[in-house]
Each structure stands twice: as C-alpha cells, then as structure tokens.
C-alpha cells in the first residue's frame, strides 16, 4: 500500500483585489485532514495599513481558526471586543461556536509588512457546533519546543513529539512547524489517525517521491511516515482524530446542518451578527 494517499497541490484564490492565498483545503478529493477543514497560505506579501491584505470584518460559525505567521504582523479584532497584534511564533486560536466576527488587518503604525503565514480551520465536534464563543492568544514562550537531530519543532496545538501544547481543544489533533535541515529526517507521529504534511518551502521526501513547496501530502492511515528534507525545508505538520460526521462549508460557515448554514447566511445579509467594536466596516455575503 503506498504510504501516501493523495498530494494536493495549492491553488491561487483571490481573498481582496490584489490579494492572493494559496488554498490547500478543502479540496474535492480531499474535504478535510482529521479536524483541519481548510488551509490557506497567505503570501509572501509586502503590505500596508489599510491596503491589499486587510481583511475587513466577516462571521464564521462552527470552527476554530488557527493564524500562524512566518514573518509579518496581523492585528485581529473581534466581536467579543478582544484586540491582539498576531506576530510570528505565537498561537492565536479563535472558536467560533454559534457566531463570532473579526477582522484581520495590517498594523497602522507600519508602513510596510512582509505578511507570510498560513491559517487554519478546525471543525468543532458537533456537540460544540452551538458553543459560546472565545478567543485565545499564547506566546511564543508558553509554545513547547522539541529539537530532533536536524530538525526544531513548535507544537503549536495538540499533542506530538511527547510534546502538549497549553491550550485545551475540543478533539483529538496535532499542529506542528517543523524546520528541517537539508538531509533531516523525521518520523510522523503515528498515534494519530489521519497525519498531513504541507510544504511552506524547500523540498521533501516520503519514501515515495517528492513532495515540493506550496503542497500538502496526506498519509495512508497506519502506515509508518518519515519525511526527508531533500533541502532545507518549513513544513507544517497536521491531522488528528477522524470527524464525528460530515461537515459542509459556505464561505466562512461551517456545519454538520445545512440548514444552520443557510440561517447564517440570512443573519449575515440581514445584519444580525455581532459587530466589531471601532471596525465598522463588513464583507457582503458572497452572491
């Protein structure tokens, strides 16, 4: 059996008018990773206050969203009123439960950000589909850090590498940044049921072939993965337990119910959603 299942490589979406993303998930033959339901690559980009890669306020239901940055700055605002500059190496985990809204924008006080990052979102199990609403933020220095020869690796979220990071989730998952040396290698961790690998940079090798930047190589469940990095490489490492059912998305909606998504969107488009406080401004409802 191979021990890889499928390689999906990024394709270009447009987020604002001059401002593209790398979207790996979901894909058509591949709907999610464990709990990851989307991700996208965000730049490398240069970016100013107010310019191509704000992102003004929009809702998300049923999911956490995980921003992680390489480089860069974002400052995030949301309806519960929370206000957090993002910068490189911290987590900032934000469950949307039942209705939440945000904004990502560039720092006012820099004229110029080199943005590059990637961002994530987690289905929540369907029992917290309905959940209240939170936001967190962890410091690079609360972040576990574990070094393999050739390789340094943040657990971001999760479990991995006898690693745990501090933040408590909602199911079973691991979210990884692995830096590896040319010539590293680095075993998957094998108690995870579904396991992915997405290739921010350099080049790497899983026993059968290379996988290059800008894909994600999702792994034969079971079987024993150890990447190779072929030059030096950035990778992400994500995957956790199955789902507990299917999950449709519309936009920034996601659910079990399609039926809930449809009552989101006509909140959205008749204004009924939660504002931004000092951010008044929104992203219409996708025809």
Not at 13 to 29: D, K, M, N, T
Not at 144 to 160: D, M, W
Request: hydrophobic share 40%; proline share 9%.
């Amino acid at each position: 059996m191979p021990k890889t299942e499928l390689l999906i490589e990024g394709r270009q979406r447009e987020l604002v008018p001059g401002f593209s993303v790398r979207r790996i998930l979901p894909f058509a033959a591949r709907r999610h990773v464990g709990p990851f339901v989307f991700l996208d690559h965000m730049g490398p980009v240069d970016a100013g206050p107010r310019g191509i890669a704000d992102v003004r306020p929009h809702p998300h239901i049923g999911l956490a969203t995980v921003t992680w940055l390489f480089s860069g700055e974002i400052v995030h605002r949301d309806s519960l009123g929370y206000v957090q500059p993002i910068r490189p190496g911290e987590l900032n985990w934000m469950s949307a439960g039942r209705a939440i809204v945000h904004s990502e924008r560039m720092p006012e006080d820099v004229p110029v950000v080199h943005l590059h990052g990637v961002q994530a979102w987690v289905a929540l199990p369907q029992a917290m589909e309905e959940s209240e609403p939170f936001f967190t933020h962890v410091g690079r220095d609360r972040l576990p850090v574990v070094y393999e020869p050739g390789a340094r690796l943040t657990v971001i979220a999760g479990t991995a590498y006898g690693a745990t990071a501090d933040l408590a989730l909602p199911s079973p998952l691991f979210y990884v940044e692995a830096r590896l040396d040319p010539g590293a290698e680095l075993e998957l961790p094998a108690d995870h049921a579904e396991r992915g690998a997405y290739v921010v940079s350099g080049c790497v090798s899983a026993g059968e072939g290379e996988i290059g930047e800008g894909t994600l190589a999702v792994f034969t469940p079971g079987e024993a993965i150890t990447l190779k990095a072929e030059t030096g490489a950035l990778v992400m490492l994500l995957g956790g337990a199955p789902l507990d059912g299917e999950r449709h998305i519309y936009w920034n909606f996601v659910s079990s119910d399609r039926e809930r998504i449809e009552r989101a969107k006509t909140a959205w488009r008749e204004g009924r959603f939660p504002k931004v406080p000092g951010d008044d401004e929104f992203i219409p409802l996708p025809p």
